[in-house]
């Protein structure tokens, strides 16, 4: 008898559960973007409805400046009713932009977690007059699908850092180049162009490795090039995390670099801490990867341009620790 | 040293075997290998460093974390593979406890540290509650943090990776002024005593060991053993919030997504080539310990011979596989009937003369 009532209770608690599991999976892929879209808009006649479909802000602080940037730029204040969705999983973002071609957006941005699988949804789109615009990351299909995507290229920004390089006119270059995750866009991007360097001779590479953008790891990199007795006087880390590991280990050897330095440190991403650095003058170099591609957009919406060439590659600079000033920290600066 | 037989390292012998293979090694590729350098660092301190300073401090959360893991290990006979995601929640909270402040001084480490510890004592408890009461397999238990561990330390951080610059976690990640050996390395040696305290004041290590060696015999014999392996992983918490503690002094930066990434497979690698059994049971903490300097050692040789970035870990695993082999009962069977049959050789042909 006891038994047999456990087992009834067993049963009604999971019943209960999977009811409520059932009508949060059917308000799903609303629930996203319900958060955002939180003020129903009652005069939303004027406003331009945007519906954008990105990576969640947890991904990385690049993306949390990213979507913070596309609140901004599409609010209320600027005359638009923004609605967003955030997925790590390609399925869940397509069910997503579905749903934002259902409800009736009029544009639809799109940050795909995957290159592939698209071609559907977006003809959708195209079907119902939606306008879609990429940004950071391509999505593979026909042209004719999307207005533009604004995305960055990696590629540049390595060979801006590397011009900024050569345009120091060391006598020598003997470089401790530490790469990012092997095979990601922004490695690939960033190791080509000094790569190229070594190549031609130009540069001498020291040692290169990976730290997979882990400090710490990038820090022990350093430390056994310190401890082999070679000699060096340029750290390329391939983002900040890593340059600041690699300066951890300089520092615990009593080796000097930044401005009036021996050893030039560079970095990537421009992180609000790392241009600090810069300013400070204990790093030399920091290239930006912008994840400021609202207003370009915005600029394409509003003024109903259509771009020269689809692919529009975002403007991305690269700071002197000797030109830096504090506006552009607070300008460009990603975080805190 | 005093051989009673040929083991006569027990247990520690494959770990022992493991680093002077190392050591000789590296010796003859270069003979300055091990060699220890006195320099100014750019705070104007005299510190010791060179290659071996390098292997015993980048160790250091793994020799931490390899500790408590063989104690989950020996009284649960499975591992918890959240040490990790654990260590990047500790790692935020100490931050975040820095960064509320508008100074750091010495007693707000202290508060970062003691409220991280609890921190990752509750989640630690949290596993242990569903290892020992629920009697889940751990290695399933401990996949939920795991999983969304890094995710909550990303809540904690709020999204940044924050960083905070004070005297005292420069001191506690590098070198206290005046000290010439890394505060990291002194943290190892204060947790190894600590550990040898507190086996030689309480039965803690014996009952450990009977709890994983046969649990229901142990319960008949009056031992709790649903709070041995609850407490077990309570201490690894502690253990957890001590290596997250080191990793985020040590450059002053907490990242939620890299801080202390994949060290729980080190960790469990370094408790199974100190020769603990991973199914539970017997255990030595020592072998643990020096299993985490194997594995140092291992990566900062290969990035002394500079091989190449991709290769890195495709080396590490060929000589970890190495290592696991010969340390497993098969293998140790057959050497052991080859040196019987050496012995008895050698002693019929002592007869024969």
């Known amino acids: 008898m006891k038994r047999l009532s456990m087992l009834l209770a067993t049963v009604l608690v999971l019943s209960l559960v999977l009811c409520a599991c059932g009508s949060s999976a059917s308000k799903g892929s609303g629930s996203g973007s319900s958060d955002n879209a939180a003020a129903p808009a009652k005069s939303s006649s004027e406003l331009i409805k945007v ?116 345009d120091q006119n060391l006598s020598e270059y003997k470089v401790i180049h530490i790469q990012g995750a092997m095979g990601s866009d922004a490695q690939i991007g960033r190791t080509g162009a000094l790569d190229a360097q070594f190549a031609s001779g130009k540069m001498t590479k020291v040692v290169q490795q990976t730290a997979t953008w882990d400090e710490a790891e990038a820090k022990k990199i350093v430390e056994s090039v310190i401890n082999s007795g070679e000699d060096f006087n340029v750290i390329y880390a391939e983002n900040d995390g890593m340059a600041k590991g690699a300066v ?52 394409l919406i509003k003024n109903n341009k259509t771009p020269a060439s689809k692919k529009i590659i975002n403007e991305e600079k690269g700071f002197d620790a000797k030109t830096l000033t504090q506006s552009d920290i607070d300008t460009y600066g990603l975080g805190e | 040293m005093k051989l ?63 500790m408590g893991m063989t104690l989950v290990t020996a009284a649960c006979g499975g591992q918890d593979i959240s040490v990790g995601a654990a260590a990047a929640i500790a790692g935020s909270v100490f931050v975040k406890v820095l960064k509320s402040g508008n100074s750091i001084s010495g007693g707000t480490v202290l508060l970062a540290f003691l409220l991280a510890c609890i921190v990752a004592m509750i989640f630690g408890s949290f596993n242990g509650t569903l290892v020992a009461v629920f009697k889940i397999q751990p290695m399933i238990a401990t996949l939920i943090l795991y999983t969304c561990g890094r995710s909550i330390a990303y809540w904690i951080n709020g999204g940044a990776t924050p960083t905070v610059n004070s005297p005292i976690i420069n001191a506690i990640g590098s070198f206290i002024p005046g000290v010439p050996i890394p505060t990291p ?46 407490l077990s992983f309570i201490i690894l918490g502690v253990c957890v919030a001590v290596a997250g503690s080191i990793g985020v002094s040590r450059l002053g930066l907490i990242n939620h997504e890299t801080l202390l990434i994949d060290i729980e497979m080190d960790t469990i690698l370094a408790v199974a080539i100190g020769g603990n059994s991973l199914g539970g049971g017997k255990f030595k903490i020592s072998g643990s310990i020096i299993g985490a300097y194997v594995i140092q050692m291992l990566t900062i040789t290969l990035y002394a011979m500079k091989v190449s970035s991709t290769d890195v870990k495709a080396y590490k695993a060929i000589v970890i596989i190495l290592l696991v082999v010969i340390g497993s009962p098969v293998v140790k069977k057959w050497f052991n009937k080859v040196i019987d049959r050496m012995k008895n050789k050698s002693v019929a042909a002592q007869k024969g003369v």
């Open chain 1, 248 to 299: 951890a280990a300089l520092d615990e050897a009593g080796i000097t670099h930044g401005v009036d330095g021996k050893v030039v440190v560079m970095g990537f991403d421009c992180n609000k801490w790392a241009l600090r650095e810069l300013l400070s003058g204990a790093w030399n170099y920091d290239g930006q990867c912008s994840p400021f591609q609202a207003g370009v957009i915005s600029d």
């Open chain 2, 185 to 230: 390395v002194l943290i190892v040696v204060c947790m190894a005593i600590i550990f040898k305290l507190l086996f030689k004041f309480t039965s803690l290590e014996l009952f450990t060991q009977s709890v994983g060696i046969n649990g229901s015999a142990a319960r008949l014999n009056g031992i709790n053993a649903t709070f041995i392996k609850l």
């Open chain 1, 51 to 166: 519906g954008v479909v990105n990576n969640p802000p947890s991904e990385s602080g690049y993306r949390e400046a990213n979507v913070k940037d596309m609140e901004a730029v599409f609010s209320k204040d600027n005359g638009y009713d923004l609605k967003t969705a955030y997925s790590l999983k390609n399925d869940e973002q397509l069910q997503a932009a579905q749903g934002f071609i259902t409800e009736g957006v009029d544009y639809l941005l799109i940050s795909a977690a995957e290159t592939t699988g698209w071609d559907e949804v977006l003809k959708k789109a195209q079907e119902a007059g939606i306008k879609v615009y990429l940004f950071d990351r391509m999505i593979d299909v026909d042209e004719s699908l999307y207005e533009a995507a604004v995305v960055s290229d990696m590629a540049k920004e390595g060979e801006t850092a590397v011009n900024w390089l050569l």
């Open chain 2, 4 to 66: 009673k037989k040929f083991n006569g390292l027990g247990q520690l012998t494959i770990p022992v075997i493991a680093i002077a293979l190392l050591v000789i090694f590296n010796l003859i590729r270069d003979p300055g290998f091990f060699s220890i350098g006195i320099m100014h660092n750019n705070d104007g301190n005299v510190v010791l460093a060179g290659n071996l300073i390098s292997i015993i401090n980048g160790a250091s959360e793994l020799a931490v974390l390899a």
